[in-house]
């Protein structure tokens, strides 16, 4: 059993994306069917990169090939894409990552724009970017991974660091970075071994790897919250 003061962090790498429908399940039937979903109304899909379900039941898509944020309900898609004019909306061109709260906060990393938080309330886009003026910014505007952990907080894969942001004062607090000996522009940062030491040695966790045929490895890290605040 894990220890309950740890958060799991899953960073999981090769996913396949496909936008699916689940057949109704009835009696002793367990069949699942699978439907492929290319085009909407007038929105054809392209490039999903990721998918999440609010707690409103909505699914939403960032779609790389048309360069937006699609919110599906099942039936129609509404589409969110960035626009320079409006300061509240969408704030990059293209999405990667999605995670979603209880609450129907949506959260969305981008390839070059840093991190956005969707509020379905006034239905507006707060944006979170690199200041090097100020430390306590996102690390790096590059965001492969977001996630949102039991507590509200929301951590973040990038480029340089792993980030951890504390919504209510909108602060990023930056692990330890990436490194290597190559050449800048080289090199896949540290081996196995230092990222070990880096989770083991330098933050009292655990550094786990589970293998799923068919899909690809995932990096499981254990970090002690009471050590972390």
């Not at 039937?29 to 492929?36: C, R, S, T």
């Not at 409103?56 to 509404?78: A, H, M, P, V």
């Not at 942001?165 to 000996?181: A, I, S």
């Amino acid at each position: 059993m894990r220890n309950p003061e740890f958060h799991t962090i899953y960073c999981c790498f090769g996913f396949l994306l496909t936008v699916f429908c689940v057949a109704q399940l009835s009696g002793q039937n367990l069949g699942v069917n699978f439907k492929l979903i290319t085009r909407v109304d007038e929105v054809k899909l392209g490039k999903i990169n990721a998918i999440t379900q609010d707690s409103y039941g909505y699914l939403w898509f960032s779609d790389q090939t048309n360069r937006s944020l699609l919110r599906y309900d099942g039936s129609t898609i509404e589409e969110f894409a960035f626009d320079p004019g409006k300061p509240d909306g969408i704030g990059g061109y293209y999405p990667k990552c999605l995670a979603s709260e209880q609450n129907g906060v949506i959260w969305i990393g981008y390839n070059d724009s840093g991190l956005d938080c969707f509020d379905p309330k006034t239905q507006t886009f707060t944006h979170y970017v690199n200041d090097p003026n100020d430390p306590a910014s996102l690390i790096d505007n590059t965001v492969s991974v977001v996630m949102v952990d039991r507590d509200g907080l929301v951590w973040v894969g990038t480029n340089k660091s792993v980030d951890r942001l504390y919504p209510k004062t909108g602060k990023f607090t930056h692990f330890q970075p990436f490194f290597t000996t190559m050449p800048t522009g080289q090199g896949t940062g540290p081996g196995l071994s230092l990222s070990y030491d880096m989770v083991t040695k330098g933050h009292g966790g655990d550094l786990k790897a589970e293998k799923v045929r068919g899909w690809g490895t995932a990096m499981i890290v254990l970090l002690p919250i009471q050590k972390m605040r």
